[in-house]
């Protein structure tokens, strides 16, 4: 952090992506790379005079390199943001975009289309640095193998589930997760252990990491390592004080 207790800036933030763009190539998987290219044409193209526009496009950024292992440079960036600072500037929308076209050509890093399905590849040998497909696999009768996807293997409500615990449709600003073989599924730490509707806290934080418009993003900040909160913000539910979860997610959205 620098000498005023803030987290990094959105400039060198995007700076240091821009330096290291063929190792977080390299960390992500197709759907996760794709992800972080399209969290930096949304703030490529927000206005510069829209300081919200700008706030809400870099927090896309923020949650995209959180989805990067420990220990990389960038995600230890973004891990270090503690207290919310000023807001983005204009130059972090130049930054974008100079990020976007330096991917975008020639002999630059491989820019892959958002949204696709990909074509089913043969499996990898198994290793301890394998990396899981941007597909799940599935099990020898044709269920999604939760193993190769750590965000679906963890413990989760089925549709109908969530929507009996709501007591209707569940609301917007629940993470919800699309698993193809298994159906929707609800991350189980925003309800209480004992029954009853989902934790209001969670319902805010979920609404400053946008979860509706990134579910993924939002559940990698929970189930994460956190600097500030000194352990996975998941673990805390219950046991800290709700504001002090908020504003753990407002120094990631709001702090530089």
């Given at each position: 952090m620098n000498e005023?207790?803030?987290?990094?800036?959105?400039?060198?933030?995007l700076a240091l992506i821009g330096e290291h763009l063929e190792?977080?190539?390299?960390?992500?998987d197709d759907a996760q790379h794709a992800l972080l290219l399209t969290r930096l044409k949304?703030?490529?193209?927000?206005?510069?005079?829209?300081?919200?526009?700008?706030?809400?496009?870099?927090?896309?950024v923020r949650l995209a390199v959180r989805q990067l292992p420990f220990g990389h440079p960038v995600?230890?960036?973004?891990?270090?943001?503690?207290?919310?600072?000023?807001?983005?500037?204009?130059?972090?929308?130049?930054?974008?975009l100079k990020l976007v076209d330096l991917l975008a050509a020639p002999g630059g890093a491989p820019v892959p289309e958002p949204d696709l399905e990909p074509e089913p590849q043969a499996a990898p040998a198994a290793g301890p640095d394998a990396v899981p497909d941007a597909a799940p696999a599935t099990d020898p009768a044709g269920r999604a193998d939760l193993a190769a996807d750590p965000l679906l293997r963890e413990p989760a409500l089925s549709a109908a589930e969530a929507t009996a615990r709501c007591g209707?449709?569940?609301?917007?600003?629940?993470?919800?997760l699309p698993d193809p073989q298994n159906g929707d599924r609800y991350p189980e730490f925003q309800f209480p252990a004992g029954g009853g509707t989902p934790y209001e806290v969670v319902?805010?934080?979920?609404?400053?990491?946008?979860?509706?418009?990134?579910?993924?993003?939002a559940?990698?900040?929970?189930?994460?390592?956190?600097?500030?909160?000194?352990?996975?913000?998941?673990s805390l539910l219950g046991r800290m004080r709700d504001h002090e979860l908020?504003?753990?997610a407002t120094a990631l959205v709001e702090g530089e």
């Open positions: 005023e207790g803030r987290g990094p800036s959105a400039e060198p933030l190792s977080i190539r390299t960390a992500l949304a703030l490529a193209e927000a206005s510069p005079d829209d300081g919200m526009a700008v706030r809400r496009a870099l927090q896309g995600r230890t960036m973004v891990d270090g943001v503690r207290l919310v600072a000023t807001p983005p500037g204009p130059q972090a929308v130049t930054e974008a209707g449709a569940p609301p917007p600003e629940l993470i919800r319902l805010e934080v979920n609404r400053l990491l946008m979860a509706e418009v990134d579910p993924r993003g559940a990698a900040w929970w189930y994460g390592g956190n600097s500030w909160l000194s352990g996975p913000p998941v908020v504003g753990a």
